[in-house]
């Protein structure tokens, strides 16, 4: 599983080497604007608020660890997104996504088998916030590739497949509280299906 350290040092490397946009007072005030955007502002998609990295042209960066509740499958995701100028409530960003599945026990072609499997997959994220309430949909595709425990030459064990969740987050200063539905059209990447809430409460 990448660990929150791994993914802090993406964020970082990320943050260092992303183009910086043009100088704040040229753009008319762009610097005024992220003064603006306090803790409580953080994108309506964002994980916990701490860990949500601002650039100076703008764009923020999200990212977080995944696990499954049955610990199959590991992973991360980062998501980089912007708020518009002229609707700062409006969260708009693009996910990418890397998940590890391991003996998973799964359908392929009617046959019953135990298949480990990675996933690449990409989703466009759109949210809004209305005081300390977001929301928020995305939607994209994945490709994945799998690998039988007990190989079956006559399988295909690739193939790509529609990613759609939905989510919503409560925040306030002393707590953040998340939830989050996803789900994967093929039937044989089921056990990607993940409902998961959480409550943060930062010391």
Same mark, same amino acid.
């Given at each position: ?27 008319? !005030? ?100 209305? !005081? ?72």
């Amino acid at each position: 599983m990448t660990s929150r350290h791994t993914i802090a040092s993406l964020l970082t490397a990320l943050a260092l080497t992303a183009p910086l946009g043009a100088n704040a007072n040229e753009e008319g !005030g762009i610097a005024d604007n992220l003064a603006r955007q306090t803790h409580s502002q953080s994108p309506a998609y964002a994980g916990q608020p701490e860990d949500v990295i601002r650039l100076d042209n703008g764009i923020t960066l999200d990212g977080r660890d995944v696990e499954s509740p049955d610990g199959y499958t590991s992973g991360f995701r980062l998501i980089a997104g912007y708020s518009p100028f002229r609707l700062p409530q409006l969260d708009l960003g693009a996910e990418f996504s890397y998940q590890e599945s391991d003996e998973v026990p799964t359908r392929l072609e009617d046959q019953s088998l135990l298949v480990n499997t990675v996933t690449l997959g990409g989703s466009l994220v759109a949210g809004v916030r209305m !005081g300390n309430v977001g929301i928020y949909a995305k939607s994209g595709m994945v490709s994945w590739e799998g690998d039988a425990v007990i190989p079956r030459g006559d399988i295909d064990e690739t193939g790509t497949t529609r990613v759609q969740g939905f989510g919503a987050r409560l925040q306030f200063p002393s707590f953040t509280s998340r939830l989050e539905l996803e789900e994967y059209e093929a039937p044989n990447m089921a056990h990607l299906n993940l409902l998961t809430a959480s409550i943060n409460i930062p010391f």
